[in-house]
């Protein structure tokens, strides 16, 4: 199981919004609706901001957004702010039970 | 609130066994979730190593899966991770989580420990 494609980095400037892709396959992110998103500031542990697909857990922003169109899923951030600047990493569940990782995007706020 | 607290050597040497031990509070560790050990190496991304169920089911990443074994003690509230005969590739952060109802999403997280393989 390889891991999810990501763009190394995604830019933008405070306010704007950005998009950042997440590509598998049939085996995974086009086969479940178990795809979630993560953010890791340098130094610290991950925080679940979306799970299945669209859904975000209590206590974080409405700026952070998902979606999934067949084998790609995406997280948009509006609002873009000095803060969101981070790693971002997506995750699947997979045909064969396991889970599986993107390769991870740093945002930079220019 | 639930909280996860991984614990273990942080120096392991080359072909020998990285034993980690995750202790969960707030939460049983019988309850409807999932058990994640996940990890990241220094500067890299998060690697999956895989999952434990109370009733001792267990799901592993293809990449790992010869050399990992992850074990649950319901008396204690913990679960834990061994991987055999380790490299200096297996340095990294080791990270306990939890799955939350199996759905595939890490909703908790230990902190986090280093574990730096050599000699």
């Known amino acids: 199981q390889s891991a999810l494609t990501q763009p190394a980095s995604v830019s933008g400037s405070p306010g704007q919004s950005i998009t950042i892709s997440c590509t598998g396959t049939s085996s995974d992110i086009g086969g479940y609706h178990y795809v979630s998103w993560y953010q890791q500031h340098p130094g610290k542990v991950p925080k679940l901001l979306i799970y299945?697909?669209?859904n975000r857990p209590s206590g974080v922003s409405h700026r952070f957004s998902g979606s999934r169109s067949g084998n790609t899923a995406s997280l948009t951030i509006s609002g873009l702010q000095a803060d969101d600047e981070a790693d971002y990493y997506c995750?699947?569940?997979?045909?064969?039970?396991?889970?599986?990782f993107g390769t991870g995007t740093k945002v930079t706020v220019l | 609130q639930v909280q996860l607290q991984e614990s273990g050597p942080g120096l392991v040497k080359p072909s020998g066994t990285l034993s980690l031990t995750c202790v969960v509070s707030?939460?049983?560790?019988?309850?409807?979730?999932?058990w994640s050990w996940v990890r990241q190496p220094p500067g890299k991304g998060l690697e999956w190593i895989g999952e434990i169920y109370h009733s001792g089911s267990t799901n592993y990443g293809p990449s790992l899966k010869t050399r990992v074994t992850i074990s649950v003690d319901k008396s204690k509230n913990q679960f834990s991770l061994e991987l055999t005969s380790v490299t200096a590739a297996d340095t990294a952060v080791y990270y306990c989580a939890r799955d939350s109802e199996g759905a595939a999403h890490f909703d908790f997280w230990g902190q986090g420990t280093l574990v730096t393989v050599s000699s």
């Open positions: 707030g939460d049983s560790i019988s309850s409807s979730n999932w």
């Open positions: 995750s699947s569940s997979t045909d064969d039970n396991t889970q599986v």
């Open positions: 299945d697909v669209n």
